[in-house]
């Protein structure tokens, strides 16, 4: 007990001549640590690690290239992702952006508060008739929303907040198959996208296998691999990877 409470000390007087730059290295690096820990402990390994997220969209999009695929992305910012996917999905492929453009409802982290990633309420300029975007917040966007006819999907995660996060998994739940896509952008904060993923697994009976991540674990893209026996419900588990 001696032991415990005297580094507990140390520790306080380390805060207390610490730069604040130095406390949020610490903090991020942890989360690192988290997800780490969080992907173990679900049964989930990494079969592929690449450097870019870019890669990630890639190996999704080879997969489909030969269907017809519906691409759902919220969290648009500046649109930079969706021309990416843009540009690696069939000419036949739906595009559709969700997002308020006003920024975020709240505070993220510590450097992404209440408003960040505004723009004005201005969706980007993409110059494809195959993108559409829906302005406004997910809550008032997604219950009229209604897809149009496809035989393959992506989903893509970037609302950042768990409260966004959770509310669109819950809302596009009817369309989710085998087969399904889910990309998220921000995997390693672990209170935000991985709990509300956690949560969306426990009660959606439906089961996912990590396909591929980017080596800090960031970026990850998950597939839809079956649904649980009638009458049960997802454990938050995923299946176990060589």
């Keep these: 007990m001696r032991l415990k409470e005297t580094t507990r000390e140390l520790l306080t007087r380390l805060g207390a001549v610490a730069p604040q730059r130095f406390v949020l290295f610490l903090r ?16 989930y390994s990494v079969p592929i690690r690449v450097d870019r997220r870019e890669q990630l969209f890639a190996l999704a999009a080879a997969e489909l290239a030969h269907r017809k695929v519906l691409y759902l992305e919220f969290g648009v910012w500046r649109g930079d992702s969706m021309r990416i996917w843009a540009g690696l999905l069939p000419r036949d492929a739906v595009l ?10 709240e505070p993220f982290t510590h450097s992404a508060r209440k408003g960040t990633f505004a723009t ?17 917040w ?15 999907l992506i989903i893509s995660m970037d609302a950042d907040l768990y409260s966004s996060t959770i ?10 198959r085998p087969g399904t896509f889910i990309y998220f952008d921000e995997f390693h904060i672990s209170e935000h996208e991985p709990r509300a993923f956690d ?3 426990a009660e959606s009976a439906l089961r996912f296998r990590l396909r591929a ?8 893209l998950f ?13 938050g588990s995923g299946p176990s990877l060589p």
């Design 138 to 152: 997910f809550e008032q966007t997604l219950p009229a929303y209604r897809p149009p006819d496809h035989d393959a």
């Design 213 to 220: 991540a980017d080596r800090s674990l960031t970026h990850v």
């Design 28 to 43: 991020g690096g942890l989360r690192y640590v988290e997800i780490g820990r969080w992907m173990r402990s679900r049964g």
């Design 167 to 176: 509310f669109v998994l819950r809302s596009v739940r009817e369309w989710i």
């Design 223 to 235: 597939e839809c691999s079956a649904t649980d026996r009638p009458g049960t419900l997802g454990s």
């Design 96 to 105: 559709h952006g969700f997002d308020s453009f006003e920024g975020l409802p």
């Design 199 to 201: 949560a969306f697994v």
């Design 120 to 136: 004005h309420g201005q969706a980007p300029q993409i110059n494809d008739p195959r993108v559409s975007f829906f302005t406004g």
